[in-house]
């Protein structure tokens, strides 16, 4: 597969100005001596099908989908991966002879980023969203002893917890692991006891492994980052996570194996422009 030179592959989202996945992918490529370049491709949700529907005739291998279109990605793919169709949600797609095809790296990056065991874990999972459902399969799928779901609109985690089998949640609960799958955070606008408040986390202490989806424009530590710092959590931070689904993504489209240490250094790295 990685023998198209000049191929195009690029992000999916609204707004799209922060993310560092361009870098990341740059680097990889680089590193792998493929020709291909990675665009960002900010698209509002109301013409979100008929730009992907556009990308191949334009030389796009793949794309990367982040908010508000992971579900939307399973919609319009011709074929879902086993994982996207569980989740329910895609954030990859891949244009073959034709087709759209459908995948989550969502899940597995989670799991290659904590490294280590799930089983027995009581994991609480912030957000219902596309990465929240992602996580929350994930951690079931691993063995986690209890997933629980929490979300500002409750009616969405109760939805969720029924379709995985896993529990929803009107309030935080005790947990060993938890992941924010919200997007509290992206926003710098918004301080950190107001994005605490948002999530109920303002005034309890975090458990012993926190993960944050989110990531900073300015590499900083993000609120949920630094509410569980302060309180002695092990972190694992948006852009370790990030690497681990890109390098997912970058093996689907290339058919090789992604050099993560390339892909790490490039996330560390780059300070991406303002998010529109």
């Known amino acids: 597969m990685a023998d198209q030179p000049g191929a195009l592959c690029g992000v999916l989202g609204y707004p799209v100005g922060h993310s560092r996945s361009p870098a990341i992918q740059a680097a990889a490529f680089r590193s792998a001596g493929l020709d291909w370049r990675y665009v960002k491709l900010p698209v509002r949700p109301e013409l979100f099908e008929e730009t992907v529907r556009a990308l191949p005739a334009s030389g796009y291998r793949g794309a990367n989908v ?78 986690a002893a209890r997933v629980t779901v929490w979300n500002r609109t409750g009616e969405r985690a109760e939805a969720l917890a029924r379709e995985l089998e896993v529990a929803a949640a009107p309030r935080l609960e005790p947990a060993d692991l938890l992941v924010n799958a919200t997007s509290v955070g992206l926003d710098p606008a918004v301080g950190e006891q107001d994005a605490l408040a948002a999530l109920g986390l303002d005034g309890t202490d975090p458990p012993g492994l926190v993960v944050d989806l989110v990531y900073t424009q300015d590499g900083s530590e993000t609120p949920v980052a630094a509410w569980a710092s302060r309180g002695g959590a092990e972190v694992i931070d948006g852009l370790e996570v990030l690497v681990r689904q890109g390098a997912l993504s970058f093996s689907l489209w290339t058919g090789l194996r992604a050099p993560l240490d390339a892909m790490r250094s490039a996330a560390r790295s780059e300070r991406p422009e303002t998010a529109p």
């Open 66 to 143: 982040t908010i508000p279109h992971k579900l939307a990605a399973l919609g319009v793919a011709d074929r879902a991966s086993p994982a996207a169709a569980a989740i329910g949600a895609a954030n990859t797609l891949s244009f073959v002879d034709g087709r759209i095809e459908a995948d989550n790296t969502d899940a597995s990056g989670l799991l290659d980023a904590l490294d280590r065991p799930v089983t027995g874990l009581r994991a609480l999972v912030l957000g219902a969203g596309g990465a929240g459902r992602a996580a929350a399969w994930a951690l079931r799928e691993a063995g």
